[in-house]
């Protein structure tokens, strides 16, 4: 991590180098401090890594970058596949959450999922659609965020996961954060901060 009492500079090789802040007694009076011990960091990736991990950024909250549930697109454990597929294809989403009749998280379902499920021998058998139901078939295993989670951690959460869905502190579903409104923040604070 790079050090408060230092300067960092590139040279013309991009390399970063440090100079550390050193306490210095000057015999005749009084005690000064000096850029005085240098050395070689790291290249360009290790600084903007370090600018990133001091940042306020990531500890800061992710509510507002929630898409909120009244513009996700979403299915219910009981829908039929064929009910789930029209949505999947009208929304133009690969995968998208399902909830309960409570309004809670209970797995997202993708179009891979139906079509993998409807697989036969030697065709899709697309008429088992409608007597299939969303529960049977959708992903269970999925995040889960709280909307005071840091940003850090949808962060690390994200590289795994195109969406995470957030819930409130009763477990009701709040909406998603996207891949993409993470990757536009973060590239928004290094373009302001270059
Ligand atoms: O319909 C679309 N509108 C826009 N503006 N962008 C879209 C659309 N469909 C796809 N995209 C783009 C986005 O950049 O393609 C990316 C991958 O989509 P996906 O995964 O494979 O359908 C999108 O990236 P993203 O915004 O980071 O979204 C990541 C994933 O989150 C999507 C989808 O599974 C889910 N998602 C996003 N918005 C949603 C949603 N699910 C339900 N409702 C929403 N409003």
Not at 49 to 67: A, F, G, N, T
Not at 120 to 130: M, T
Request: contains cysteine.
């Amino acid at each position: 991590m790079l050090d408060k009492n230092a300067i960092q500079f590139y040279d013309k090789d991009e390399k970063v180098w440090e100079l550390k802040k050193k306490r210095v007694t000057d015999q005749r009076c009084n005690q000064s401090s000096h850029f005085v011990e240098g050395s070689f960091y790291g290249g360009r990736e290790t600084m903007t890594i370090d600018r990133l991990k001091q940042s306020q950024l990531m500890s800061k909250e992710i509510s507002d970058l929630i898409i909120s549930h009244e513009k996700v697109a979403h299915v219910q454990l009981q829908n039929p596949l064929d009910h789930a597929l029209l949505i999947l294809i009208k929304s133009g989403y690969t995968a998208i959450p399902v909830l309960d009749n409570d309004f809670r998280v209970r797995g997202q379902i993708s179009k891979n999922e139906i079509l993998d499920s409807i697989l036969g021998l030697e065709r899709l058998e697309i008429e088992r659609l409608h007597d299939i139901t969303v529960e049977t078939v959708m992903k269970k295993k999925i995040p889960r965020l709280k909307t005071d989670t840091t940003f850090s951690k949808a962060l690390t959460t994200s590289i795994n996961h195109p969406f995470i869905c957030i819930e409130d502190e009763e477990a009701s579903f709040v909406g998603i954060l996207t891949r993409s409104s993470i990757l536009a923040l973060v590239n928004r604070y290094f373009q302001q901060s270059t």
